[in-house]
């Protein structure tokens, strides 16, 4: 006799969406997280959220600073990091 089937929670969920999207969870826990999205409005949105910004990331080109952005960020931060420190 099979045991009841456990149900993912919400949480369960956020904690291996990683893994989930990266496809490395195992038959078992992805049919459970799966069931989850179809029963659960607000984790299928999530869901699609974190797909959406994931490819959206995967299209952006690299952008280097100038060199007198660069100068200025890198004073900024030693300054917080200064105030931080006293």
């Known amino acids: 006799m099979r045991s009841p089937v456990e149900h993912v929670t919400c949480q369960q969920l956020v904690a291996a969406l990683t893994d989930y999207l990266e496809g490395v969870l ?48 890198l004073g900024l931060f030693r300054r917080w990091q200064a105030d931080r420190a006293s």
């Open 26 to 73: 195992d038959a078992q826990q992805r049919a459970d997280i799966e069931r989850h999205i179809v029963f659960c409005r607000g984790c299928a949105t999530y869901v699609e959220q974190m797909r959406d910004t994931i490819a959206l990331v995967g299209r952006l080109a690299e952008e280097r600073p100038r060199s007198e952005q660069t100068t200025e960020l």
